[in-house]
């Protein structure tokens, strides 16, 4: 592989990292290191461990064929395109609406305005659905490689800023929080839910790569394509662990807890940064953070419109005697933001809630989702040639008991609390 060839791929992997460094960094893995330290940096490394062959095989599909895995659920049976509609759906506009919602609270600590019901939420989707109405894949492409190479520098700075100056204080009557708890279990359920981000969303990055092939004409070869996911799959788990790291060192045990207005929690990550970096580092830190939510909001508004744009069409077309139509992508842009919107209003002044929300739907329909992947990667449609070796098949099915026996906690939570409660205590 060739540096020019690498070059002419990269793109997807950089898309993907901007979805997933959004809420679950920005948001999720701050909030584990101030509210319980270092004690989920052990679930942060397990969920991207674990869930990383659902991701990979994802890529790999489009790299041996040259079309998005969706197009491989079709051709294994309707009832697995079907069956991906089911578990995409519910969690659709509830993580467009997490993102969107950190998305404005970021942006009202910028402008200083803060418009009534969410107004800046509005605006938010409607810009962006604008702009992929126009641009799609080009101009979301160039402009994420931007975003991305600043927020990068901005995380490492802050984090090496942190290891340097030492942990803040603690204060005199802490009470440090316990992760062995219904209350710590259901957050590291919500945390690994999007960590790196939710398994349905796997299913954008070859969308992505397919994308990246129409517009350039360029199809790049299986190694081309899996280092461009792997650039951006790892960058976002180690940009994971500088997260936490700036939470627990900054915020934990000082007494200081996140509010749950996005405005207010917005306006804390920024202190959090400036006061780590220095006062003057104000508005670098302030654009960053509010580049890396706008790329994560404009993404997952094209990574569903795009998913159910394709899902729909195959389902309505099975013979592809069609092509996709550009009004039927922004059709979908739009009701994608439009229900982001109205699940926002429900939750205007509990951001937590909405985050947890979303995030432990996310969750429980990810072994379902790696499934689709597994069976996928490994039917007859692959070479064997392009088949991920017998390591990854096997941390793929770790994965998949993982995910379900969290699943199943988290379920045996909600069915009876008590018990989970005993359990814990003894």
Known sequence: MTENKFLKALGPGILFASTCIGVSHLVQSTRAGAVYGFSFLAAIILANFFKYPFFEFASRYTGSTGESIINGYAKEGKWVLIFYLLITVPSMFTVTAAVTFVTSGLLTSLTGIELVHNGWSAFLLGFCTIVLAIGRYKLL??????????????????????????????????????????????????????????????????????AKIKASGYRPGMKETLADFNLGYWISAILAICFLTLGAYVMYGTGETFVNSAGGFARQVIEMFTTTIGKWSYWIISIAAFSTMFSTTITVVDGYARAIQRTSFLLINPSHKKEESRRSYVLWAVLVSVGGYLVIVQFLNNLKQLVDFATIVSFVIAAPAAYLNYHTIFSKQIPKEHQPGIWIKRLAIAGIVFLSVFTLIFLMIKISPQLMERWLTN
């Open 141 to 210: 492409d160039n402009l994420l490689k931007f975003v991305g190479v600043i927020l990068v520098l901005t995380v490492i700075t802050a984090f090496v800023t942190v290891l340097i100056n030492g942990r803040a204080p603690q204060a005199a009557n802490f009470v440090a929080a316990k992760p062995m708890s219904i209350e710590g279990i259901f957050f590291v359920i919500a945390l690994m839910g999007w960590m790196p981000t939710a398994v349905d969303i796997s299913t954008w990055t070859s969308l992505w790569a397919e």
